[in-house]
């Protein structure tokens, strides 16, 4: 708590009207509720967007089972396209000082672990990108021939 205030006494202004408060990849702004989220990826940010869908009236129709899958077009995407910011920066401004705003923040090694278990460590590893990755790690730093050519992880 005590680096984040020093950090906003430093930066004052700065954080209090951030030049880029409109960005497509900033904010999400749900003005209905008052609350303004800064996804940061790999950092809860998909059920972050998946809990704003929650509060929109997203897929309604559908079972509540079925609503927020990805099948049925629920997305990081289309929940930022559902949440903008106000149009012009005085309601940016407004709606800034109205609401609650919140982000999610995970230690630097947690995630480095998260990533290294999610894209180098499994066999399956989606996208593709991350398979190539894992052949191409395992040829530079490992000894054991067998491994690479069992292509384990």
Excluded at 65 to 94: D, Y
Aim: glycine share 4%; proline share 7%; hydrophobic share 30%.
């Amino acid at each position: 708590v005590n680096t984040m205030r020093e950090t906003c006494e430093e930066y004052g202004d700065d954080i209090k009207f951030p030049k880029k408060i409109s960005s497509d990849h900033g904010l999400m702004w749900d003005q209905k509720h008052h609350l303004v989220y800064c996804p940061i990826y790999k950092v809860a940010s998909g059920t972050w967007t998946t809990n704003f869908l929650r509060l929109s009236s997203f897929n309604k129709d559908l079972p509540k089972w079925q609503r927020f899958s990805k099948l049925h077009n629920a997305s990081e995407s289309v929940s930022r396209k559902l949440f903008p910011p106000p149009k012009g920066k005085k309601k940016q401004l407004k709606a800034l000082k109205e609401s609650t705003k919140f982000l999610v923040v995970r230690h630097p090694f947690e995630r480095i672990i998260s990533a290294y278990k999610g894209k180098i460590a499994r066999p399956d590893a989606k996208p593709r990108f991350y398979r190539k990755l894992q052949k191409e790690i395992k040829a530079k730093y490992s000894k054991n021939a067998e491994e690479i050519a069992q292509e384990v992880p």
